[in-house]
T-cell receptor, first 113, second 115 residues
Framework: GENVEQHPSTLSVQEGDSAVIKCTYS??????FPWYKQELGKGPQLIID?????GEKKDQRIAVTLNKTAKHFSLHITETQPEDSAVYFC????????????FGTGTSLTVIP | GAVVSQHPSRVICKSGTSVKIECRSL??????MFWYRQFPKQSLMLMAT?????????EQGVEKDKFLINHASLTLSTLTVTSAHPEDSSFYIC???????????FGSGTQLSVL
């Protein structure tokens, strides 16, 4: 089955700096890679996703890059703000309805004002 | 955006009682819903996959007779924790996958505390 590894487990950055979280996956059949933000006591929120036919996707301060050959993808947050502080999870899936999602172990991001 | 409503958000019950958690997709149809359990500072642990109109598929180690899942419509799935015990105390989260799409949206979670 698929194995998704995520690093780092914790990350602290100064407000305004960039944050990068990296994930690797093992199954080359995975073709859909979402990122989720989870605040304390809440469910994960989809913040950005990418399909395997795309190398990069941006949405304002958030971007995701994918390297299919190396089987890794990364989340980039620029100009971080205190409200970006949360736990971030990456995931990999075969991308069709009903297929299981495999989640990374999470990264606790703290943005220091 | 896609909204998944999960209720209750918090429940405290006595040992031996049953608790039902509801998960509704409010503005889309979801053929598939997933139920997860999450321990503090840990990732999401898949409990079962629920397909509308079919029996749920449980992950290894998850007791199907203890965690009853019903997915009777394209917008509603329920998880019933039967004869709850303190070790069942956890954060339970549902997710719904929009029919025909790969996108997965989560409910807000239910914190279950069994006394």
């Amino acid at each position: 089955g698929e194995n998704v590894e995520q690093h780092p487990s914790t990350l602290s950055v100064q407000e305004g700096d960039s944050a990068v979280i990296k994930c690797t996956y093992s199954d080359s059949a995975s073709n859909y890679f979402p990122w989720y933000k989870q605040e304390l006591g809440k469910g994960p929120q989809l913040i950005i996703d990418i399909r395997s036919n795309v190398g990069e996707k941006k949405d304002q301060r958030i971007a995701v890059t994918l390297n299919k050959t190396a089987k890794h993808f990364s989340l980039h947050i620029t100009e971080t703000q205190p409200e970006d502080s949360a736990v971030y999870f990456c995931a990999a899936s075969w991308g069709n309805t009903g297929n299981q999602f495999y989640f990374g172990t999470g990264t606790s991001l703290t943005v220091i004002p | 955006g896609a909204v998944v409503s999960q209720h209750p958000s918090r429940v405290i019950c006595k040992s031996g009682t049953s608790v039902k958690i509801e998960c509704r997709s409010l503005d889309f149809q979801a053929t598939t819903m997933f139920w997860y359990r999450q321990f503090p500072k840990q990732s999401l642990m898949l409990m079962a996959t629920s397909n509308e109109g079919s029996k749920a598929t449980y992950e290894q180690g998850v007791e199907k007779d203890k965690f009853l899942i019903n997915h009777a419509s394209l917008t509603l799935s329920t998880l019933t924790v039967t004869s709850a015990h303190p070790e069942d105390s956890s954060f339970y989260i549902c997710s719904a996958q929009r029919t025909g799409s790969e996108k997965l949206f989560f409910g807000s979670g239910t914190q279950l505390s069994v006394l």
